[in-house]
Nanobody, 130 residues
Framework: QGQLFESGGGSVQAGGSLRLSCTAS??????????MGWFRQAPGKEREGVAA????????YYADSVKGRFTISQDKAKNTVYLQMDGLKPEDTAIYYC?????????????????????WGQGTQVTVSS
């Protein structure tokens, strides 16, 4: 069993950029080709998937709402997954959570399957002002 450590949230104006980092400790990152990534939750809304990546094959997936603006990547030597967020919009305001493993990445159902995630980071606030 391990932990997920997040960093990189903050406040920006619309159109700005932020980069989130999530480092996995223990065996969580390298045991298998796990789908790992980010969910977010805005006040009064359900937690939704944002971006995901397989830790060995590096196949990646995005929610439709962030395609073309967000980029997920990883540094395998550091057991770290990154989320580069460009062109931020006020509707991107939420708490962002790192998650592993994420079920349903290949099928596309992963964005709505937060209840099946075993491990979460502590969350980091992203606030985008207009």
């Amino acid at each position: 069993q391990g932990q997920l450590f997040e960093s990189g949230g903050g406040s920006v104006q619309a159109g700005g950029s932020l980069r989130l980092s999530c480092t996995a400790s223990g065996d969580m990152y390298s045991d298998a080709d796990a789908c790992m990534g980010w969910f977010r939750q805005a006040p009064g809304k359900e937690r939704e998937g944002v971006a995901a990546i397989y830790t060995i094959s590096s196949k990646f997936y995005y929610a439709d709402s962030v395609k073309g603006r967000f980029t997920i990547s990883q540094d395998k030597a550091k057991n770290t997954v990154y989320l580069q967020m460009d062109g931020l919009k006020p509707e991107d305001t939420a708490i962002y959570y790192c998650a592993v493993p994420i079920r349903g990445c290949v099928s596309g159902s992963w964005v709505r399957r937060s209840a099946e995630v075993d491990n979460w980071g502590q969350g980091t606030q992203v606030t985008v002002s207009s």
